[in-house]
């Protein structure tokens, strides 16, 4: 009985090693862990087209939520993850920063993840508080020139979109503006409504209720167009700032070995299922514009953001 008990275990463990196969995945739920907390931006970009993803693969698709250490704790847990495309992540721009911004990270970016394509995009808003004396991006720029490190702009801390943007255009126009971190975007942009601070980069999903209500002001969009939701509103590049783009992308990775069929499979099934009209109307309330990459242009995407935000964020620490 131990010898066929001992046999048994043996045969189930070969089974499980054995590597996934495109012809039969998925056979069972997929895991997709977003790396924030319930309730936020990832969490609601990776439930406006999950259903439409089970619908496709023909199996549940299970969204994940573990927040913490700045994206990294979610992010370990799929890089250690069984190589087999049952578990998969959302992420965003910290995935490119953080090498830059926490160097002793639990894994290996982006060596131990499989790439398999990048998923929306959206540009942010630059809110203002409403009383500040500008209305436009050189007037900005002429009056953080005239009083160097008195303007102030709130971020969502160190790493997010908004802090990324805040650097960006500091380093674009050579402005002296102050960072101020907050604990998210909903309290930095609260700062700039109640005046406590000059500007902010967010979403306009979350900037038009203080604009309802004249708090705060809209200076510009971040994106390479302008948005369809404010075609009335010039971008940063258009405003002086040639070239200045800060859109905040989301893309889905594998565990590093995860069989090529099976990613071209998994990203098939995303094109699929964000190509259906119900998604992008949901995604319209962030701006949120789909964008499905290859596998192999999400790997040379992804590794020109970890350069290109390297070469910014490093000479400031």
Not at 82 to 107: E, I, V
Not at 186 to 202: E, K, N
């Amino acid at each position: 009985m131990k010898h066929a008990f001992a046999a048994a275990c043996l045969a189930v463990l070969a089974l499980q090693a054995q590597p996934a196969r495109a012809d039969d995945y998925p056979s069972r739920p997929v895991r997709i862990v977003v790396p924030f907390a319930a309730g936020g931006g990832g969490d609601f970009i990776a439930r406006a087209w999950s259903d439409k993803l089970a619908a496709t693969l023909k199996q549940p698709v299970i969204i994940e939520n573990r927040g913490g250490g700045n994206t990294v704790t979610g992010t370990e847990a799929v890089a250690h993850a069984p190589p087999d495309g049952y578990t998969l992540l959302l992420t965003s721009p910290s995935f490119a920063t953080n090498p830059t911004l926490l160097p002793d990270l639990p894994y290996r970016t982006p060596d131990d993840f499989a790439p398999v394509g990048q998923v929306i995009t959206y540009a942010m808003g630059l809110a203002a508080r409403s009383a500040l004396p500008a209305d436009d991006i050189p007037a900005l720029i002429a009056l953080a020139r005239k009083h160097p490190g008195k303007i102030t702009i709130a971020t969502s801390g160190e790493g997010s979109a908004s802090h990324l943007a805040a650097a960006l255009f500091k380093a674009a126009t050579q402005a002296d503006i102050m960072e101020v971190p907050y604990r998210g975007a909903g309290p930095a942009l609260l700062a700039v409504a109640s005046g406590q601070v000059d500007l902010a980069f967010t979403g306009m999903s979350q900037i038009r209720p203080h604009l309802d209500s004249k708090r705060v002001k809209l200076l510009a969009t971040s994106g390479r167009e302008r948005l369809q939701s404010a075609p009335g509103v010039k971008t940063i590049a258009e405003q002086g700032v040639p070239g200045f783009e800060a859109e905040v992308w989301w893309g889905v990775f594998a565990p590093a070995g995860t069989p090529g069929p099976v990613v071209d499979k998994i990203n098939q099934a995303l094109r699929a299922s964000l190509a259906d009209p119900e998604v992008a109307r949901r995604l319209r309330v962030i701006d949120g514009e789909v964008r499905v990459s290859s596998p192999a242009q999400f790997e040379q995407f992804v590794r020109a953001e970890i350069g290109r935000w390297h070469a910014l964020l490093k000479p400031a620490r």
